[in-house]
């Protein structure tokens, strides 16, 4: 009878740590998640203001090699990510799929000249930049340029609209991880509430408090590092799945900041579990014995 009451108790307790871990496990996949969604907010908006084009209109008598001579130029400038070359042909294709006419039946040529349709760095992509650089490529190359565009209003409306979600997006996932690390807390706490008899029998024989966290705070650890291992696992799956079902293999994410976020959860996972660990431990501690009742 007492070896099966003491295999119960064993089970009761596996039972209890596994429930444990899980519970902290699916918390820091929630706060995973969170990094992710704050992460990939940066990298998309980086990718829609780099896709704003600048279009630079080349003088009509500008040569082919005058053409490529200037992009090369501009490709090498520190603002620019990616200078694109349209050929008089490549416009004349595009005016006619777009229009459905063809300028040189009605002109007898092609009045379309060279453009250099430019894609800038994401940090320059403001319109106060691209104002500067507009100066600046008149300024040095203005002899080959008969004239440049851009679209004021939508430049506008992305970086204000990329504010907004950015500011947004950081209150709702600020007010999130306090929730996500009050809820491993409270389970940690949960945890050794269901051992407070232990603590409190250990200290009334003489164990020093030292002692008797020891063993708590290495459990405590242990837990934090098992829950973060499998957090990682299922939020590496959840990206996966999503860019090969969804996103056609494509990720918004550098390879750097997903390893960065996995590295954060493991150790969101050890310092949470740890600290929860030692004050749910200390407040046992300090409690009478009527009180744990």
């Keep these: 009878m007492g070896r099966r009451a003491d295999n119960n108790t064993r089970q009761r307790l596996r039972m209890a740590y596994i429930i444990s871990v899980a519970s902290i496990a699916m918390v820091l996949f929630v706060l995973g998640l969170i990094g992710l969604v704050m992460i990939s907010s940066g990298e998309i908006s980086d990718y829609v203001k780099e ?22 130029q501009l490709q090498l400038q520190p603002y620019v990510k990616e200078a694109h070359l349209i050929t008089p ?35 320059y992509a403001t319109l106060d930049s691209i104002r500067h650089i507009e100066a600046v490529i008149m300024q ?29 997006l950081m209150a709702v996932c600020f007010v999130l991880s306090l ?16 051992k407070r008899f232990t603590i409190k029998t250990m200290q009334l024989v003489g164990a020093t408090a030292h002692f008797i ?9 242990v837990q934090g590092l098992i829950a973060g291992i499998l957090a990682i696992i299922a939020l590496w799956i959840m990206i996966f799945f999503v860019s090969n079902r969804f ?16 590295g954060g959860i493991i150790l969101a996972g050890l310092f949470i579990s740890f600290i929860s660990t030692y004050f749910a431990v200390h407040k046992f501690l300090n409690v009478r014995v009527e009180e744990l009742y």
């Design 213 to 221: 966290r020891r063993p708590f705070l290495i459990s405590g650890f």
């Design 140 to 168: 040095d190359y203005g002899d080959h340029i008969r004239g440049i565009s851009k679209d004021e209003n939508l430049i506008h409306e992305v970086n204000t609209n990329a504010r907004k979600i950015q500011l947004i």
């Design 247 to 262: 996103l056609g293999g494509v990720t918004f994410t550098e390879p750097g900041m997903i390893g960065l976020l996995m």
């Design 51 to 72: 896709n704003l084009k600048l279009q630079i209109g080349l003088s009509m008598n500008a040569t082919d090699e005058d053409a490529e001579d200037l992009r090369a």
């Design 179 to 194: 929730i996500m690390i009050a809820l491993i807390n409270n389970t940690i706490r949960l945890a050794i509430y269901a």
């Design 89 to 123: 042909d490549d416009a004349l294709e595009e005016f006619k799929s777009t229009w459905d006419e063809d300028p040189i039946e009605v002109l007898g040529f092609n009045p379309l000249g060279y453009t250099i349709e430019l894609s800038l760095q994401a940090e």
